[in-house]
């Protein structure tokens, strides 16, 4: 899936919304290729269902060093969410990184 959603910087966060007409722009790749559009359609309804509890709430991450890596720190409306963090690293496409099943 590949989305465009407009975020602010604020505090050393990375902050935004998740908005039911962001899921509906998105385009979608399966194997390296375009979804058909039957397939853009179910992954957008799934991908809409799952999301839609987080619809006009501010998702903010907050970046913190980890060694090599860093610690994506979630929260929603400002509460902590520890269940959402998680260990990331910044890769590039052309590095010849991607996600696959």
Known sequence: MRT???VTVRSNQVCGFVRPEDIEAASFEI???PATPAQAAMLR????????????????TDYIADGDAMIAKASVDGVPQPA???????????????VRP
């Open 4 to 6: 465009v959603t407009p």
């Open 31 to 33: 194997a390296g290729k």
């Open 45 to 60: 309804q799934r991908i809409a269902e799952a999301q839609k509890g987080f619809f006009g709430h501010e998702i903010c």
């Open 84 to 98: 959402m963090d998680q260990r990331v690293i910044w890769v590039s496409p052309q590095d010849g990184f991607g």
